[in-house]
């Protein structure tokens, strides 16, 4: 599938780079390539047993900020969850997570080392304005005796406040040594 997917980018670029000679547009061409297959991933791994794809990353999504995490597998994860929908959600104070690895191409589950604290339960607004609520949260896998790098998913679960329908998102990280 990657090959195909590469392969049509390969044949979108030489179509494009006959019709722009220019540097110029040659340079713009060579950008976009690069964006799109950073945007593709290199393995989609199915869910964890017991966890299903259903409205997941729909109304609510996981960003990794680069600016917020170093990515060493002792450090925490931060996250930004954002509210997407034009729902009231509602979390838990650890925002409903789970957290596994990949061993042995299977998802483990593994606890979060940070406690949360705070309030007993998050309410996320939905968007105004075209303004949606934001929240940061972060979690510490636990990644006792792993020396090299390792595949992290993160999992957040919550509820409409209306509906009862649960919602839910998740993002893939690398954590290296």
Same mark, same amino acid.
């Given at each position: 599938?990657?090959?195909a997917?590469? *392969?049509?980018?390969?044949?979108?670029?030489?179509?494009?780079?006959?019709m722009?000679?220019?540097?110029?547009?040659? &340079?713009?061409?060579?950008?976009?390539?690069?964006? =799109?297959?950073?945007c593709?991933k290199s393995? %989609?791994? #199915?869910? #964890?047993e017991?966890?299903?794809?259903?409205?997941l990353?729909q109304?609510?999504?996981?960003?990794? #900020?680069?600016?917020?995490n170093?990515?060493?597998?002792d %450090?925490?994860?931060?996250?930004?969850?954002?509210? !997407?929908?034009?729902?009231?959600? !509602?979390?838990?104070?650890?925002?409903?997570?789970?957290?596994?690895?990949?061993?042995?191409?299977?998802?483990?589950?593994v606890?979060?080392? =940070?406690?949360?604290?705070?309030?007993?339960?998050?309410?996320m607004?939905?968007?105004?304005?075209? &303004?949606?609520?934001?929240?940061?949260?972060? !979690?510490?896998?636990?990644?006792?005796?792993? &020396?090299?790098?390792?595949?992290?998913?993160? /999992?957040?679960? *919550?509820?409409?406040?209306?509906?009862?329908?649960?919602?839910?998102? /998740?993002? %893939?990280?690398v954590?290296?040594?």
């Amino acid at each position: 599938m990657k090959q195909a997917i590469f *392969g049509s980018h390969i044949k979108l670029v030489k179509g494009l780079i006959k019709m722009f000679q220019t540097t110029k547009s040659k &340079t713009i061409i060579l950008m976009t390539i690069i964006f =799109l297959c950073s945007c593709t991933k290199s393995q %989609d791994r #199915p869910h #964890p047993e017991g966890i299903s794809a259903v409205n997941l990353n729909q109304d609510i999504q996981i960003i990794v #900020p680069q600016a917020w995490n170093t990515f060493k597998l002792d %450090d925490t994860v931060s996250l930004q969850i954002v509210n !997407v929908s034009n729902k009231t959600l !509602v979390f838990d104070k650890n925002f409903g997570s789970r957290i596994f690895l990949i061993e042995n191409g299977q998802w483990i589950e593994v606890k979060d080392k =940070l406690i949360s604290i705070g309030e007993d339960s998050i309410l996320m607004k939905p968007a105004v304005n075209n &303004t949606n609520e934001t929240r940061g949260f972060s !979690v510490q896998p636990d990644v006792s005796g792993k &020396t090299s790098k390792t595949e992290v998913r993160i /999992y957040i679960f *919550g509820k409409s406040s209306d509906t009862e329908e649960i919602v839910g998102a /998740y993002t %893939d990280v690398v954590l290296k040594p």
